[in-house]
């Protein structure tokens, strides 16, 4: 999916360093959180050039380990599409900048990792594995079925990895993807191994897939996985599948994923569907976690 502040990526890095030495003017005041959330909003409109047509926004400002500046997150909504950005802004409303604030002393990736739930999630590979990729995906995303052509070549190069899969349908925009998220919790729940058959036929089958025609085509692929159509039948009716998928949906929400498909690699975050990187994060993460070798 489209991501609307692309270029905010590239953007006032420069400011970490400046903020960190001197978030605030000498002497100057604090401004109260409604006023910085509106300069935060008239900011980011005038440096990426977003009209009216844009609707922004501004969560309320909350503190950082950095002593005067002041974390928010900007959410852009045009077109159908959402796009979630943090920014920082220092107490007195001068500095403004994008970026990341890391804590040296700890793991950057352990608080994104504990945040996201491994139990019940479709996957391939040892449960017991160093490296774990995890995809936030929507059945009906063209970008979502690019990647599941390049996880089909990757995943064979690295059996030592486990590959799960966690469903985020972007209905607002995708009509179909909600039903098709269901039915492959409705395959897992009732054959682990048949979610994947479900997964791939969807993914093969995209574009001949509509709102008017998914439902008899999930429990059309249901028979040919080989499950019991009228048990899977039931279970797409049902309320509990449904819940299943709005649990994931609320735990990328939390993530602060706005944009699919979105994959961690031991919790390092990339979005889209890029081979190179996916592997140079499997690589990188398989060198860092191997066993120290033994000693003589």
């Not at 970490?16 to 605030?24: F, G």
């Not at 997964?199 to 439902?215: A, F, L």
Request: proline share 8%; glycine share 6%; hydrophobic share 45%.
């Amino acid at each position: 999916m489209r991501r609307i502040l692309m270029a905010m990526a590239v953007i006032l890095l420069f400011g970490v360093s400046v903020a960190a030495q001197a978030p605030a003017s000498a002497g100057a005041a604090e401004l109260p959180p409604a006023l910085l959330q509106k300069k935060v909003e008239a900011q980011v409109r005038k440096l990426f050039a977003l009209g009216p047509s844009f609707t922004i926004k501004v969560s309320a400002p909350a503190e950082t380990p950095l002593p005067g500046l002041l974390a928010v997150s900007v959410e852009v909504t045009s077109e159908g599409g959402t796009d979630m950005v943090p920014f920082y802004i220092s107490k007195d409303g001068r500095y403004f900048l994008r970026g990341e604030v890391f804590d040296t002393t700890k793991d950057p990736f352990a608080e994104t990792k504990a945040q996201i739930a491994l139990a019940g999630a479709p996957s391939k590979g040892p449960a017991s594995a160093r490296v774990t990729v995890v995809e936030y995906a929507d059945f009906q995303c063209p970008t979502c079925r690019s990647l599941y052509g390049i996880m089909k070549a990757v995943q064979p190069q690295f059996p030592q990895v486990r590959f799960v899969f966690k469903d985020f349908p972007l209905d607002q925009i995708h009509p179909w993807a909600m039903t098709a998220s269901i039915a492959g919790r409705c395959a897992y729940q009732q054959k682990p191994a048949a979610f994947w058959a479900i997964h791939d036929r969807i993914y093969d089958n995209q574009e001949i897939i509509s709102p008017s025609t998914v439902w008899q085509t999930m429990l059309d692929y249901a028979g040919q996985a080989g499950l019991d159509v009228d048990a899977f039948r039931g279970c797409m009716a049902a309320p509990e599948a449904k819940a299943a998928i709005q649990k994931s949906v609320d735990e990328a929400i939390k993530l602060k994923i706005a944009n699919t498909p979105t994959v961690f690699v031991n919790g390092r975050r990339f979005i889209g569907a890029d081979q190179q990187t996916l592997e140079q994060y499997i690589r990188f993460e398989l060198a860092a976690t191997a066993p120290a070798p033994a000693k003589p």
